[in-house]
């Protein structure tokens, strides 16, 4: 089965700290994507990833940047955390069959 | 834009009852469906993925049916558990590797 790892399930930041969400597959996948889970809102795409080194805006990428320098791992990165950050972040990747998610990382910025 | 609707947001159950899940999108150029179980504060679980091409999957006790041109899934449950409550996601996306749009879920309990 594929795995897909977040590297922490719980996170506490500070506001303006630099943040960085690491996300790896197991699988030899190209595609990753990133989402973020909010009551009310469902998910939401913030960025995602066709390839090495290349990267595509979701629909709220405002705040984030992401990094793929190597094929099975995209990390997510909220450059000056604020609270409105504050959310279940959900990594997920693909190879055109179906997707598998991680177990999710809950970080609150206060 | 594509939207997904799920219907209802929460359900609550005996247990030993059979149920539906809906879904519903708007715009029927999907190449595929997926559903999803989520237990409170964890990650996504892939349950079931219907490719366009396929009218329904199945896997114990789950079935999915698609209807692409009413733009319609449902989440068949038969003989639901405790163990079954969680909530429920529909996703769709337009190409094989491109984005899932999702659904905002159904909370399904199930009472023993």
């Known amino acids: 089965d594929v795995k897909v790892t977040q590297s922490s399930r719980y996170l506490v930041k500070r506001t303006g700290e630099k943040v960085f969400l690491e996300c790896v597959q197991d699988?030899?996948?190209?595609?990753m994507f990133w989402y973020r889970q909010d009551p009310g809102l469902g998910l939401r795409l913030i960025y995602f990833s066709y390839d090495v080194k290349m990267k595509e805006k979701g629909d709220i990428p405002e705040g984030y940047s992401v990094s793929r320098e190597k094929k099975e791992r995209f990390s997510l990165i909220l450059e000056s955390a604020s609270t409105n950050q504050t959310s279940m972040y959900l990594c997920a990747s693909t190879w055109g069959y179906g997707y598998t998610f991680g177990s999710g990382t809950r970080l609150t910025v206060v | 834009k594509q939207e997904v609707t799920q219907i209802p947001a929460a359900l609550s159950v005996p247990e030993g009852e059979n149920l539906v899940l809906n879904c519903s999108f708007t715009d029927s150029a999907i190449y595929n469906l997926q559903w999803f179980r989520q237990d409170p504060g964890k990650g996504l679980t892939s349950l079931l993925l219907?490719?366009?091409?396929?009218r329904e999957q199945t896997s114990g006790r789950l079935n999915a049916s698609l209807d692409k041109s009413s733009g319609r899934s449902t989440l068949y449950i038969a003989a639901s558990q405790p163990g079954d409550s969680a909530t429920y996601l529909c996703a769709v996306s337009r190409g094989g590797s491109e984005k899932l749009v999702f659904g905002k879920g159904t909370k399904l309990t199930v009472n023993p």
């Open positions: 219907i490719q366009s091409s396929q």
């Open positions: 699988m030899d996948h190209e595609n």
